[in-house]
């Protein structure tokens, strides 16, 4: 899944980072309200953190000018601990969700996991499409039938998390492509179809299937 940080404080943005890509998220950081604008009306994110504290433009303008331009992409701000206003403007403005700084970076990941789940109506608990079962904490993958566990490389964590977020839906490479890579990646289809094999070589072949000229299809028409 691809997420926007939005941050000015280099030091925290490196922690972030860090710490948001080892949970499976393809992080793209911007320290200014002029550049967040630009890169979350451009660029297909999942997700975004934003902090209000901006250079040239508050996040919370921001956030206005992102759902006036009619852009649903789920937002969490971080907002100072007792700035209540902050995020009673922000819910305003349209915020899907908050967190107070400082904060732990695993209450920040559960949240995005939750927020992520309500913005494409999935159950909260753990992700489970098709008789496979994601452990986000572990990025491992269950076979539910026969409990065999698989372990994941980051980008096969990716993949198959976007793919069980939108089972039954064609994707197309370019679509996966730029959810599954950050912005400074370079995007190759070929590499992409290499790890949708690896995981049907885990998971069953039948589990992906290709409509050829149109992308890869998971779960509920994949079954």
């Known amino acids: 899944m691809r997420l926007l ?7 925290l943005v490196q922690r972030l980072r860090s710490e948001l890509e080892r949970a499976g998220f393809a992080v793209d950081a911007v320290g200014d309200g002029v550049e967040a604008e ?4 451009s660029e297909p994110y999942d997700v975004a953190v934003l902090d209000l504290g901006l250079p040239r433009r508050s996040g919370l303008e921001v956030l206005a000018r992102w759902r006036a331009g009619g852009n649903p992409l ?20 349209g915020a899907d969700d908050y967190l107070s700084k400082p904060f732990h970076s695993a209450e920040l990941i559960a949240r995005l996991h939750a927020l992520l789940r309500r913005s494409r109506a999935q159950p909260q608990g753990p ?44 994707l197309s490479k370019t679509r996966l492509t730029e959810h599954v890579y950050d912005f400074v990646t370079e ?35 994949a079954a």
Do not use: C
């Open 74 to 93: 789920p937002v969490l701000i971080l907002t100072a601990r007792d700035a209540w206003y902050e995020k009673v403007d922000g819910f305003k403005a």
């Open 187 to 221: 995007r190759d289809s070929n590499v992409l179809e290499v790890y949708v094999n690896r995981l049907r070589r885990k998971l069953g072949h039948e589990s992906i299937v290709t409509r050829r000229g149109q992308g890869y299809v998971f779960g509920i028409e």
């Open 5 to 11: 940080l939005v941050e000015d404080d280099p030091s």
């Open 127 to 170: 992700l489970r499409v098709a008789g496979f079962e994601l452990d986000e904490e572990t990025q491992t993958v269950i076979v539910l039938a026969t409990a065999e566990a698989f372990d994941l490389t980051g980008t096969e964590f990716r993949l198959l998390r976007y793919f069980m977020l939108h089972p039954g839906r064609i």
């Open 38 to 41: 630009f890169m979350g009306a």
